[in-house]
């Protein structure tokens, strides 16, 4: 697992620092407008995504064998639904356009929906990557492929092709991910019309999608009611905030999550080391991403002026506030794992759409506050869900409540302190310094990282003593060659 983790998280590392750098320069010759009429796309392209790949990816990564037929069936049934959705999206176009009363939607959908035709060139050599723990293979693929698309994105936009330079680049980049794939998986594309023998594999992707899409909705609902009422620049702030608040979350958590659930699959019969598996995970996750939420609290504003520029200041609000949830979407990530692993996704779903219909609720009713009220509409619905999905995941794994509290205890301690240290260091640091963006975060930054690393070192934590040695060690190899 540790392997495993560790190119899933230099993967994911790469990728958001990558994005987040490609972000910078597009959002210096983009508009927040551009973003927002993207993402008010995406609201429905994504949904439809998750039909057309119809949870048979995952299937096939969870399940104790995989034939050659299997994912020819898989194939064949991802190429039609995507024909098919193309179809939808080209004919509803103009509707489209006349609903946001902006024709330019017309053509931006029907160019964006293409990828629905090829996607299942990406999807099925990924979930073989996936299954066979080609971690390394992945991370390569991942980055990469990001970079073609990213450099398509800021060609088109510095020649001034504004959204268009973001449609594109993502097809882009999904052709130039299927090119690598395809060789490195050693996959030709088969057909197959055997559905009785695929049978288990769908019925478990329907769970897998049916949970999916619901989860899709829940995080995209804000963005589709802020299109509606506050408009595509609300829009485009609101998720500058809310990508970036996402983020360590993304690299670290989604790191982990990935290689957890395909090592729970494995062992899910031995609840044991599941159960081991999912406090362990949780600890060290706590321990390395936490850092991050506690310095947002104080690099917000400074953080989003010095990078993305005045004009994307408001976004500073939601991206603080959104630190705030970093705990329960902690524990609703991997609770997630748990269940996926242990086939409950049929218990899951009822939360799910719970949690979205009171997600599009507390956002209708925060509205009058703006972007910042968005943000604790979000904060709170990320309470009920991570403590209802922990709660089904215990009934799986036959273990305690009170597990996530012992594994995140260290990390809370740990960054109790650095939240004391950055609060002294904010108030004893002179206005020269606090009225500079770049000096104000680098001095921040250096000092809670050095505390934060010192404390992590020495302080007896026994959970966290073979970590820590670990870390010692690496140390004094690092120190030696040197």
């Given at each position: ?41 995406q ?5 439809a995504?998750?039909?057309?790949g ?14 050659k ?18 179809a939808g ?45 080609r971690y ?23 020649l ?36 009785r ?9 329907i ?38 608040a ?25 609840l ?83 949690t ?24 709170g ?22 597990g ?53 070192l ?25």
């Open positions: 697992m540790r392997h495993g983790i560790a190119w899933m998280f230099v993967g994911n590392t790469g990728r958001q620092v990558l994005t987040f750098l490609f972000g910078i320069v597009l959002a210096r010759l983009l508009a927040p407008e551009d973003f927002g009429i993207l993402l008010t796309i609201v429905f392209t994504g949904l995504g998750f039909v057309a119809g949870g048979m990816g995952q299937a096939l990564v969870r399940a104790k064998e995989a034939t037929q299997d994912y020819d069936i898989v194939f064949t049934l991802q190429l039609g639904i995507g024909c098919l959705i193309y999206f080209f004919f509803a176009a103009p509707w489209f356009a006349k609903w946001y009363d902006t024709p330019l939607y017309a053509d931006l959908l029907r160019v964006s929906a293409l990828s629905f035709i090829f996607r299942p060139l990406v999807n099925l050599p990924a979930s073989m990557l996936y299954r066979n723990m390394k293979a992945q991370t390569i693929v991942g980055i990469t492929s990001l970079l073609v698309s990213s450099g398509t994105s800021i060609l088109m936009a510095w001034g092709y504004g959204v268009w330079s973001l449609i594109w680049g993502g097809i882009a980049g999904a052709a130039f991910s299927a090119a690598l794939m395809i060789p490195l998986t050693r996959w030709r594309p088969g057909f197959s019309l055997e559905f023998r695929g049978r288990d594999i769908a019925r478990y992707g769970l897998v999608s049916a949970n999916d899409i619901v989860g899709y909705l829940h995080n995209q609902v804000s963005i589709f009611i802020l299109s509606r009422t506050l408009g595509p620049t609300s829009v485009g702030l609101f998720n500058k905030g809310k990508s970036l996402t983020m360590p979350h993304s690299f670290i958590t989604g790191s982990v999550y990935h290689v957890l659930f395909r090592a729970m699959a494995a062992e899910q019969d031995n044991d080391k599941c159960r081991y598996l999912f406090f362990r995970s949780i600890a060290l996750v706590a321990v390395y991403a936490t850092p991050f939420y506690i310095g947002l609290l104080w690099l917000s504003e400074p953080f989003i002026r010095g990078i993305y520029g005045e004009k994307w200041v408001a976004a500073a609000g939601p991206l603080m506030i959104l630190a705030f949830a970093w705990p329960f979407w902690l524990m609703d990530n991997l609770s997630g794992a748990v269940l996926a692993a242990q086939n409950w996704l049929g218990r899951e779903l009822p939360v799910q759409i719970a979205l219909i009171i997600t599009a609720l507390g956002i209708t009713i925060a509205l009058p506050y703006g972007i910042e009220g968005v943000a604790w509409a979000i904060v619905v990320a309470v009920y869900s991570a403590f209802h999905l922990y709660w089904l995941a215990t009934r799986c794994l036959r273990a305690k409540l009170s996530f509290f012992k594994a995140v205890a260290p990390a809370a301690v740990l960054n109790g302190l650095l939240a004391l240290v950055l609060f002294s260091a904010d108030s004893t640091l002179p206005a020269s310094v606090t009225e500079n963006d770049f000096a104000y975060m680098a001095l921040m930054g250096a000092t809670g990282g050095l505390i934060y690393i010192v404390s992590f020495y302080l007896p934590f026994r959970s966290l003593g073979a970590e820590r040695e670990r870390w010692k060690i690496k140390l004094k190899l690092a120190k030696a060659a040197a």
